[in-house]
């Protein structure tokens, strides 16, 4: 271990001036953190009190697929029916169409990310098997 330069000779006021630098370093830093990071999460639009996922789709999906229609291709819902016939009877089915798009709809991918495609694509399938209910959906 390398030692810390801190020459026994140091006045005790000196070493203790020196401590409360550091608890002011330490302290600051954690403050930033703590104010910061709700603040980057507001950039993103994201508020705790509903699912990651729910507020991804209304981002980035419910244009189209409001209350979990399609208002582009009438038969291409999310609902449980329309996903089962496309043989899409899954969050891992609807992830890659989240993903990468699929015929006329094109892919969310980059914008959503790794985590954000996962998050919004098990919400649209719990919602499939729930049918969609109204109460999950934002009061607006
Ligand atoms: C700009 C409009 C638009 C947006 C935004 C959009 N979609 Fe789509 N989506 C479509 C269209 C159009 C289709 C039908 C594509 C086809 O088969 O030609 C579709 C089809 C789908 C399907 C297949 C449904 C079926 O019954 O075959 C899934 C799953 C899906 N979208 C999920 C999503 C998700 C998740 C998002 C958000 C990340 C999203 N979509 C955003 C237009 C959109």
Not at 37 to 45: C, D, I, K, L, S
Not at 68 to 97: D, M
């Amino acid at each position: 271990m390398v030692a810390v330069v801190d020459p026994p000779a140091l006045p005790l006021g000196r070493r203790v001036q020196q401590l409360l630098v550091w608890f002011l370093l330490l302290f600051s830093t954690l403050l930033l953190l703590v104010c910061a990071g709700p603040a980057m999460a507001e950039g993103v639009q994201l508020d705790a009190s509903r699912p990651a996922g729910a507020q991804l789709f209304d981002q980035h999906c419910a244009g189209c697929h409001v209350n979990g229609g399609n208002i582009i291709r009438r038969g291409k819902t999310l609902q449980l029916k329309a996903l089962e016939r496309q043989g899409l009877g899954s969050a891992e089915a609807i992830a890659a169409i989240a993903a990468n798009g699929i015929g006329q709809m094109s892919g969310y991918g980059a914008v959503l990310g790794g985590e954000g495609v996962d998050q919004v694509s098990s919400w649209v399938w719990q919602q499939a098997l729930a049918g969609w209910p109204r109460g999950v959906r934002p009061a607006s």
